[in-house]
């Protein structure tokens, strides 16, 4: 098992950026693929994008791909979501997860995720 906490949320006009964090517990960081994923009201918990614990592989909605960018520093046992040109349709609850995986494995949906952090509010305003 590996705790995860994510941080950088808040509130932020259209076209803005914001930078998210989820910093993970225990020593067994590299061991795990990370996703981000995030939930809109009333909605379903979408994928957002998703990095293989090498690092090598990295996945992204359509809806994001040319505008968020996911990383991790194992040193930091953090995976990160960059995350710019902002639209309100971003505004969500944003959930990191983790999953033990081989090398260069990566999943895009949120039940093949074990692990997940409490969430931290986007919020983008029009």
């Known amino acids: 098992q590996v705790q995860l906490v994510e941080s950088g949320g808040g509130l932020v006009q259209a076209g803005g950026s914001l930078s998210l964090s989820c910093a993970a517990s225990g020593r067994t960081f590299s061991s795990y693929a990370m996703g981000w994923f995030r939930q809109a009201p009333g909605k379903e918990r979408d994928f957002v994008a998703a990095i293989s614990r090498s690092a090598g592989n990295a996945y992204y909605a359509d809806s994001v791909k040319g505008r968020f960018t996911i990383s991790r520093d194992s040193a930091k046992n953090t995976v990160y979501l960059q995350m710019n040109s902002l639209k309100p349709e971003d505004t969500a609850i944003y959930y990191c997860?983790?999953?033990?995986?081989?090398?260069?494995?990566?999943?895009?949906?949120?039940?093949?995720?074990?692990?997940w952090g409490q969430g931290t509010q986007v919020t983008v305003s029009s």
């Open positions: 997860a983790a999953r033990l995986s081989s090398y260069r494995d990566v999943r895009t949906t949120p039940r093949e995720y074990d692990n």
